[in-house]
């Protein structure tokens, strides 16, 4: 904060700024932890140091009224200069503000150093719970670690996964927060930095967060896959905003032009990298970019499958597929559908695809022997194994209707907690 006595020296000043930039300040500011009235005085500062015609010109066209507090001589000498370059004032702050998110970039956009682990989440049985299962493995990965030992962590891991299907299954009807009272509490968060990507035109990781899809008419993942757009693919990134994820937590939303991405790179060269083309620009920014792939067995999905492939020098396991299945027959036909097309991705390509393990969701053994018996089918795999039994409870519904992570909506539910054991086992 400013001395009293400068903050009363300030007068207000109202200009014209572009919605775009203007929301961008607010929100660059916020990430710096910098007053407003602040960066538009260092950015007229910078501005005036930098040599005219270097900084280009911005749209300002309709743009509105915007106030803030500066010292008057800041405003008469930036008057100044607007003049002897002679542009109007709206133009001049315009580039100022322009060059200073230029030169000020967000601390969510800091490149790490370490690789960036890449899950593929899927089955081409539509229903199961793929967006579920994607929102809340990425909140689980980005939340704040005290907040998660406060909601009481994960339960156990592997080695106690019979235990944990009996305690879902023994709870009785619906209870909404209660969970078994010997969770674990060791839980650690592991407070990484996620990309949610909505693979799916029909957008409902997207509908389920409370962001909008992409406009038909504009840039979209589907058209970086297929070179239609060129520009930064950072622009249709959206955060999740929830102090639980601590800003950890981004989105990129689909866009309804995705139900023609079959289409739209069936001529590309190496159409099954198209989904590492588009998203490369984006890894040295996260720690975990988690795709929630659509209900399909076309191209888009032979794109993902390569996306999730062991890259050479990675870890085994660092990366790779989990496939989210439900206690019942009609899964378990679509399981063995999608198994093919990996496996022949996989010799086609000559690629190593690592499969992550098996979730069971929406699970109620309430629903009598063809529920359990699935069930003890889908253990009885052993590879994939199972990693995650999630019961069916009404916390992921009222979770999707509040357009809310499940994480943030309640994260003390047994669903919250069995999605923290599911990073703890494929972190471990």
């Known amino acids: 904060m400013l001395p009293s006595d400068e903050q009363a020296d300030r007068q207000k000043v109202t200009f014209k700024l572009p919605a775009s930039l203007k929301a961008d300040l607010k929100i660059r500011a916020a990430e710096l932890r910098v007053d407003i009235q602040d960066t538009v005085a260092e950015a007229m500062n910078e501005w005036k140091a930098t040599p005219h015609g270097e900084v280009p010109q911005v749209d300002t066209a309709g743009a ?8 008057e001589p ?20 315009a ?28 089955n081409q049985k539509g229903g199961v719970g793929k967006t579920a299962v994607t929102a809340g493995l990425g909140g689980a990965f980005a939340e704040d670690a005290e907040l998660a030992r406060l909601a009481g962590g994960a339960f156990p891991g592997a080695a106690e996964l ?15 927060t209660s969970a078994p009272a010997d969770a674990d509490n060791s ?4 407070e990484l930095r996620v990309l949610l990507v909505d693979y799916d035109p029909q957008g409902h990781l997207a509908k389920q967060l409370g962001v909008k899809q992409l406009p038909a008419n504009g840039p979209s993942l589907a058209k970086f896959m297929s070179r239609q757009v060129t520009g930064d693919i950072h622009d249709l990134v959206v955060p999740v905003d929830d102090e639980r994820f601590g800003g950890r937590l981004d989105l990129l939303p689909s ?32 720690d975990v970019i988690i795709i929630d792939c659509p209900p399909s067995l076309g191209m ?46 996989v010799i086609d390509w000559r690629i190593t695809a690592t499969y992550l393990g098996l979730v069971v969701n929406l699970y109620d053994a309430r629903d009598g022997h063809v529920v359990t018996s699935s069930l003890d089918e889908w253990y009885a795999l052993e590879e994939p194994r199972v990693i995650g039994v999630i019961p069916r409870r009404k916390e992921q519904r009222e979770a999707a209707r ?15 907690r069995v999605m923290r054991q599911i990073v703890k086992e494929i972190s471990s």
């Open 300 to 345: 888009a999905m032979d794109a993902a499958i390569y996306y999730g492939r062991e890259r050479d020098g990675e870890r085994e396991g660092e990366s790779g597929i989990l496939i989210v299945v439900q206690a019942e027959d009609s899964s378990a036909d679509a399981y063995t559908m999608l198994v093919e097309q990996i496996d022949d991705g």
């Open 402 to 416: 509040a357009r809310r992570p499940l994480l943030a909506y309640d994260p003390s539910c047994a669903q919250s």
């Open 162 to 176: 019979a235990r944990l299907t009996a305690l879902l299954t023994d709870q009785g009807p619906e209870t909404g």
């Open 187 to 190: 839980y650690e968060a592991p």
């Open 95 to 122: 580039q100022a503000v322009t060059l200073w998110l230029a030169t000020h970039p967000s601390p969510r956009y800091q490149p790490l150093e370490r690789t960036t682990r890449r899950l593929i989440i899927c």
């Open 255 to 286: 866009c309804q032009d995705a139900f023609l991405l079959d289409v739209m790179i069936s001529a590309a060269r190496n159409r099954q990298a198209t989904l590492e083309h588009a998203l490369e620009p984006l890894e040295a920014y996260y």
């Open 74 to 93: 800041s405003i008469s000498q930036f008057k100044s200069e607007c003049s002897e370059r002679g542009i109007p004032y709206v133009q001049g702050l």
């Open 64 to 71: 509105p009224p915007f106030a803030t507090w500066l010292m």
